[in-house]
């Protein structure tokens, strides 16, 4: 069983940065071939905003397109959201999502590309 934490999340201005990392336990960033960042407003349902696949592609949300960007580093087993621009719409609960280790992935936004879920942590984008 993998387990994903989560970090970084902050209350901040808008126009402001924020970067969040999640790290795994129980397996290794290199053998999780498809990871995400998900995100979950209040009265919302839970949104696909930026995904990786090993390799290095990547996918966006059109609504954070520009602004987030998705990345590991093998070295620190990490896998991270940099986000600027920060807008209030962009406040929620963040999920580190990753597919099962070393298996063939789908990938994408979908939720039900990936088996592995964080505890999320919080972001706050004041006007």
């Known amino acids: 069983q993998v387990q994903l934490v989560e970090s970084g999340g902050d209350s901040v201005q808008a126009g402001g940065s924020l970067t969040l990392s999640c790290a795994p336990s129980g397996s290794t960033i290199y053998s999780m071939h498809c990871m995400a960042w998900f995100r979950q407003a209040p009265g919302k349902e839970r949104e696909g905003i930026a995904a990786?696949?090993?390799?290095?592609?990547?996918s966006y949300a059109d609504s954070v397109k520009g602004r987030f960007i998705i990345s590991i580093d093998n070295a620190k087993n990490t896998l991270y959201l940099q986000m600027n621009s920060l807008k209030p719409e962009d406040s929620g609960v963040y999920f580190c999502?990753?597919?099962?280790?070393?298996?063939?992935?789908?990938?994408?936004?979908?939720?039900?590309?990936?088996?592995?879920w964080g505890q999320g942590t919080q972001v706050t984008v004041s006007s």
């Open positions: 999502a990753a597919a099962r280790p070393l298996l063939w992935c789908s990938g994408g936004l979908n939720s039900l590309a990936y088996a592995n």
């Open positions: 990786r696949k090993s390799g290095g592609s990547t």
